[in-house]
């Protein structure tokens, strides 16, 4: 599948999901208010977490192994698979006992946390599926297979809301079950051959090339989510439910980079004969910065909409969303030219900016949110984005030797290479 299609692809996926999202969501926050997004919005964070990084290391070496390594296929698969099952069954058994001692998720019911830890595995096994699709290139089967199950969950959040049954537990519950549906529906068109068996060589070399990766994207995802974590501990619900609707806003800035990182990740894995990818990744970056500039820069007017859209108790959110665009803007510089390095088995690069700006960023949310509530938070997420981004684009520069003009400044020939896309 050509590099470019996937792009395109990619791109048509994410504003689909962007323009019916926003539809829903206005919907869900209208429904719910800030209490009651806040309140969803935590179990689904923490259960999210547990989902996206439980497998440790595993999900990360997925395509480096699948493509570089003489370990066979299927073996690297099942492998995976038996893996991930036991993890799941332990990460279950840990959240069961951590919840009846009252140590986590104390607000919450049993219902909810079955239904959490059917999200958790549902997204074990999507992550390391969908690094297995982009390890082949195949990535619009996972894009249509992620369409089937965001509109039919978008459906079903619109007659919910027609009905007048639209709350936090039956949001809740579709978002579990469209989840669901995504990791059944890419289980079958996984198509790969499977033996109830661990084949140990893999497991280590998986675990000690992964757990640098693994370590650096948990670091990322908590530099992105630390903020909201905070915010409930310090303030409560209905704070954190302000300010995830200016971080739902802001982070749509990341619509090309999120189109571009599978594609590009891909493309780098499966280079052949004399091309290092180094111009595929100038001009890549160059035309994906420019585009994120332009979508900032439309974003600002349109955050004094806030309050007409959501409702007047959303009102603040206008203001954290100015203060986080410029952050979350040189946040999209990572996204884009990471899978640089992930593809040449360097992932400790990531793994040291990662970790320095979410520490940065911890600081400075408990500097920030105790004296300026969630515009602190709104601050210091975005001085650490900020940093994250300088920071890429020094290593590019000086460690690398791209030059900055060429990965940022647009030319003409840019333009015809978007029709194209």
């Given at each position: 599948m050509g590099y470019s299609k996937n792009i395109s692809h990619n791109l048509f996926t994410q504003i689909l999901k962007i323009i019916f999202g926003m539809l829903t969501g206005i919907i869900v926050a209208r429904a719910l208010g800030p209490a009651g997004q806040?309140?969803?919005?935590?179990?689904?964070?923490?259960?999210?977490?547990?989902g996206n990084f439980g497998h440790f290391g595993i999900t990360s070496a997925v395509a480096y192994f699948q493509k570089k390594s003489s370990f066979p296929r299927d073996a690297i698969y099942f492998t995976n698979t038996n893996v991930l099952a036991l993890i799941a069954m332990g990460l279950g058994a840990s959240t069961i006992l951590l919840r009846s001692q009252g140590i986590i998720l104390q607000n919450y019911g049993w219902q909810m946390i079955a239904l959490g830890l059917i999200l958790m595995v549902s997204y074990l096994f999507i992550g390391h599926h969908q690094a297995w699709l982009t390890g082949d290139e195949r990535i619009i089967l996972n894009n249509r297979i992620g369409l089937i199950s965001f509109f039919l969950k978008s459906g079903a959040?619109?007659?919910?809301?027609?009905?007048?049954?639209?709350?936090y537990q039956s949001f809740f519950?579709?978002?579990?079950?469209?989840?669901?549906?995504?990791?059944?529906?890419?289980?079958?068109?996984?198509?790969?051959?499977?033996?109830p068996s661990i084949m140990p060589s893999i497991l280590k070399a998986e675990f000690s090339y992964g757990a640098i990766a693994w370590a650096?994207?948990?670091?990322?995802?908590?530099?992105?989510?630390?903020?909201?974590?905070?915010i409930k501990q310090y303030l409560g619900s209905s704070d954190l439910g302000?300010?995830?609707?200016?971080?739902?806003?802001?982070?749509?800035?990341?619509?090309?980079?999120?189109?571009i990182n599978t594609a590009l990740t891909g493309r780098l894995y499966n280079l052949g004969g004399t091309d290092d990818g180094r111009s595929t990744i100038i001009r890549t970056t160059r035309i994906s910065m420019s585009i994120s500039l332009a979508l900032c820069l439309v974003a600002i007017p349109g955050s004094l909409l806030i309050p007409f859209i959501y409702g007047t108790p959303y009102a603040q959110a206008t203001g954290l969303l100015l203060m986080l665009l410029p952050g979350i803007l040189f946040a999209c510089i990572p996204k884009i030219v990471s899978p640089w390095f992930f593809s040449s088995g360097r992932p400790l690069v990531h793994l040291r900016i990662t970790f320095g700006c979410l520490l940065l960023n911890v600081i400075l949310n408990f500097i920030f949110i105790p004296r300026l509530q969630i515009l602190g938070a709104a601050l210091a997420s975005s001085i650490s984005y900020l940093c994250y981004g300088v920071y890429y684009l020094a290593m590019m520069k000086f460690s690398e030797g791209f030059s900055l003009s060429e990965m940022l400044i647009p030319k003409l020939q840019d333009f015809r290479h978007v029709k194209r896309i």
């Amino acid at each position: 599948m050509g590099y470019s299609k996937n792009i395109s692809h990619n791109l048509f996926t994410q504003i689909l999901k962007i323009i019916f999202g926003m539809l829903t969501g206005i919907i869900v926050a209208r429904a719910l208010g800030p209490a009651g997004q806040g309140y969803v919005t935590y179990i689904i964070l923490i259960f999210t977490l547990l989902g996206n990084f439980g497998h440790f290391g595993i999900t990360s070496a997925v395509a480096y192994f699948q493509k570089k390594s003489s370990f066979p296929r299927d073996a690297i698969y099942f492998t995976n698979t038996n893996v991930l099952a036991l993890i799941a069954m332990g990460l279950g058994a840990s959240t069961i006992l951590l919840r009846s001692q009252g140590i986590i998720l104390q607000n919450y019911g049993w219902q909810m946390i079955a239904l959490g830890l059917i999200l958790m595995v549902s997204y074990l096994f999507i992550g390391h599926h969908q690094a297995w699709l982009t390890g082949d290139e195949r990535i619009i089967l996972n894009n249509r297979i992620g369409l089937i199950s965001f509109f039919l969950k978008s459906g079903a959040i619109l007659l919910l809301w027609i009905w007048g049954s639209l709350n936090y537990q039956s949001f809740f519950l579709v978002t579990v079950l469209s989840i669901l549906l995504w990791f059944v529906l890419l289980q079958i068109k996984m198509r790969e051959r499977y033996l109830p068996s661990i084949m140990p060589s893999i497991l280590k070399a998986e675990f000690s090339y992964g757990a640098i990766a693994w370590a650096s994207t948990l670091c990322a995802w908590l530099h992105y989510r630390a903020d909201q974590i905070m915010i409930k501990q310090y303030l409560g619900s209905s704070d954190l439910g302000v300010y995830s609707i200016a971080v739902t806003i802001a982070e749509l800035l990341f619509l090309l980079p999120l189109s571009i990182n599978t594609a590009l990740t891909g493309r780098l894995y499966n280079l052949g004969g004399t091309d290092d990818g180094r111009s595929t990744i100038i001009r890549t970056t160059r035309i994906s910065m420019s585009i994120s500039l332009a979508l900032c820069l439309v974003a600002i007017p349109g955050s004094l909409l806030i309050p007409f859209i959501y409702g007047t108790p959303y009102a603040q959110a206008t203001g954290l969303l100015l203060m986080l665009l410029p952050g979350i803007l040189f946040a999209c510089i990572p996204k884009i030219v990471s899978p640089w390095f992930f593809s040449s088995g360097r992932p400790l690069v990531h793994l040291r900016i990662t970790f320095g700006c979410l520490l940065l960023n911890v600081i400075l949310n408990f500097i920030f949110i105790p004296r300026l509530q969630i515009l602190g938070a709104a601050l210091a997420s975005s001085i650490s984005y900020l940093c994250y981004g300088v920071y890429y684009l020094a290593m590019m520069k000086f460690s690398e030797g791209f030059s900055l003009s060429e990965m940022l400044i647009p030319k003409l020939q840019d333009f015809r290479h978007v029709k194209r896309i």
